[in-house]
Nanobody, 119 residues
């Protein structure tokens, strides 16, 4: 059973910074994509940032220049550094991993961590 656990959420003032981390446990193969999503109240879950095993990154337009996704090989975690946070960044943030097999892709999700940005 693969389990993803997020950490690092909390309350921060507008303009502040937070760093989220995601740790994976259990028996799994290679994660080809590691990503962060978020879901605000009343909204759909949306992609924030993604990092492939090849090192390429993809960011949502609304976080470009403010958020950075990275991977810690030693700790086997991946993180989301969030700078210049805005009240509209308030959401539950989820980490996701994609494990590809010859004929299917397994998606794993964390349970989420709440980020609240006060104005």
């Amino acid at each position: 059973q693969v389990q993803l656990v997020e950490s690092g959420g909390g309350l921060v003032e507008s303009g502040g910074s937070l760093r989220l981390s995601c740790a994976a446990s259990g028996n799994h193969g290679i994660f080809y994509v590691r990503a962060w999503y978020r879901q605000a109240p009343g909204s759909q879950r949306e992609l924030v940032a993604a990092l492939t095993s090849a090192g390429t990154t993809d960011y949502a337009d609304f976080v470009k220049g403010r958020f950075t996704i990275s991977r810690d090989y030693a700790k086997k975690t991946w993180s989301l550094q969030m700078n210049d946070l805005k009240p509209e960044d308030t959401a539950v943030y989820f980490c996701k991993a994609e494990e590809k097999h010859p004929f299917r892709t397994d998606d794993y999700w964390g349970k989420g961590t709440l980020v609240t940005v006060s104005s």
